[in-house]
């Protein structure tokens, strides 16, 4: 089955990292993106174990586009510390990440898309605000995309937390 909407709601670079703050330091001295809204995420998600992920995430626009800083903590988090067992970078590129607009009921057809070309390998939810699945496209593309949804009272919340550059 084809996603059509992937690319054109795209809008996250997400990068793992074994050090958060060096990985902030470093988009400040490299890239000029000077400050992330940090917290520490803890969140039930469907994965292959039925696990909890524990993440320091940070968040950052550059222009139009949010960069994603995951360092993983604890839970069953080997859909990112894969891909730093694989890497001597400081960050490594993970996925790209693709807003899906509108309603839950959106979220919902967008999400009956998946199929076995485009298996899930994490989902979850927070309250009713948050939706996101992460289908694995390194066969294809060599990452993974992460299709997030939020509610209209998350998304402006967010929108006034996470600094600009």
Same mark, same amino acid.
């Given at each position: ?10 809008? +996250? =670079?997400?990068? $793992? ?11 400040? !001295? ?9 917290? #520490? ?13 524990? =993440?320091? $995430? ?7 586009? %949010?960069?994603?800083?995951? %360092?993983?903590?604890?839970?069953? $988090? ?6 730093? !067992? /694989?890497? +001597?970078? =400081?960050? *490594?590129?993970?996925?790209?990440? $693709?807003?899906?607009?509108?309603? =839950?009921?959106?979220?919902?057809? /967008? !999400?009956?898309?998946?199929? *076995?070309? /485009? ?37 402006? #919340? ?5 600094? !600009?550059?």
């Amino acid at each position: 089955m084809i996603l059509p909407t992937v690319y054109t709601g795209l809008n +996250q =670079l997400g990068y $793992v990292t074994r050090d958060i703050e060096a990985a902030r330091s470093a988009f400040e !001295r490299h890239y000029g993106v000077s400050d992330f809204f940090c917290f #520490e995420a803890r969140t039930e998600a469907v994965t292959p174990k039925g696990s909890v992920n524990e =993440l320091i $995430v940070g968040l950052a626009y550059a222009g139009d586009i %949010q960069i994603e800083l995951i %360092q993983p903590v604890g839970g069953d $988090v080997a859909i990112y510390a894969d891909v730093l !067992r /694989h890497s +001597q970078a =400081l960050v *490594a590129f993970h996925h790209v990440g $693709v807003m899906i607009a509108g309603s =839950l009921d959106a979220w919902n057809r /967008h !999400r009956q898309r998946f199929d *076995a070309a /485009h298996p899930v390998v994490l989902e979850g939810a927070v309250g009713d605000d948050i939706r996101f699945a992460f289908t694995d496209e390194r066969p294809r593309l060599g990452h993974y995309i992460e299709h997030v949804w939020f509610s209209a009272r998350q998304a402006a #919340e967010l929108e006034k937390s996470i600094p !600009r550059f």
